[in-house]
């Protein structure tokens, strides 16, 4: 639904432009792309509508993300990641959708392999920050996901749940982070944990992590998302 609306998040979200601009290219991690192992897409375009039930208005939006074969490869070879043909899924290009309107760089996404530990996601997280010379890096999830929650107005649990997430984030608390689950919200916050992983990667990637944005839409659904200091 942020699509559609110009609010204090979509306004952050489209004043990174000029920080993306300085980039030659973008990395892309979402959480709607898993895989058994970690694969790379050589076609971003044309993008994928994996979400059901929406306004209709969603289905019309065009985004036409290319990428660059040479920064695929390069990649692909630096990670070992095996190379597919995939489009955009929508936790990727409904987020440049704001931030990269014109579509100018070359896009590249990556996949999220299904089954590892937290670790392996901190470990591609440090390998992922050869590139940050060139690249922006983005990494699509959610503090608090749980459709099932979804109201007017936010609950408290849900602010205390974000409230942990920033400190442990702010703090790279990996083991507060490892043992989410533990904390009496974990499990309402995320019933599955794949809008949880890519944290895991930002906090590999980034050693001075800052607030981008603290908010929420739709109740409890939390929308703090974080940057990095150069």
């Not at 559609?4 to 990395?27: A, C, E, P, W």
């Not at 695929?72 to 597919?84: G, Y």
């Not at 959708?97 to 990556?110: E, G, N, R, T, W």
């Amino acid at each position: 639904m942020l699509l559609l609306q110009n609010n204090s998040f979509t306004n952050v979200l489209k004043n990174q432009d000029k920080r993306l601009k300085s980039s030659k290219y973008i990395i892309v991690i979402s959480s709607h792309w898993l895989t058994e192992k970690p694969m790379i897409s050589e076609s971003p375009f044309p993008i994928i509508y994996d979400f059901y039930g929406f306004p209709e208005d969603l289905y019309s939006i065009k985004y036409e993300a290319f990428t660059d074969k040479n920064i695929v490869d390069k990649i692909s070879s630096k990670l070992s990641l095996e190379k597919t043909k995939r489009g955009l899924d929508h936790g990727a290009w409904s987020l440049l959708y704001h931030m990269l309107k014109d579509a100018s760089l070359p896009i590249v996404q990556i996949s999220i392999p299904i089954n590892k530990d937290f670790d392996f996601y901190v470990d591609f997280g440090e390998k992922l920050s050869f590139f940050k010379e060139d690249a922006s890096i983005l990494f699509s999830g959610g503090a608090i996901h749980n459709l099932a929650l979804i109201k007017d107005n936010t609950d408290d649990w849900a602010y205390e749940f974000a409230e942990f997430i920033k400190n442990a984030v702010l703090n790279r608390d990996l083991k507060s982070l490892k043992n989410f689950k533990h904390h009496r919200y974990g499990n309402l916050a995320h019933p599955t944990i794949e809008h949880f992983i890519p944290l895991f990667y930002f906090v590999g990637a980034c050693q001075r992590p800052t607030i981008l944005y603290d908010g929420f839409e739709m109740g409890n659904l939390s929308l703090l998302s974080f940057a990095c200091i150069n």
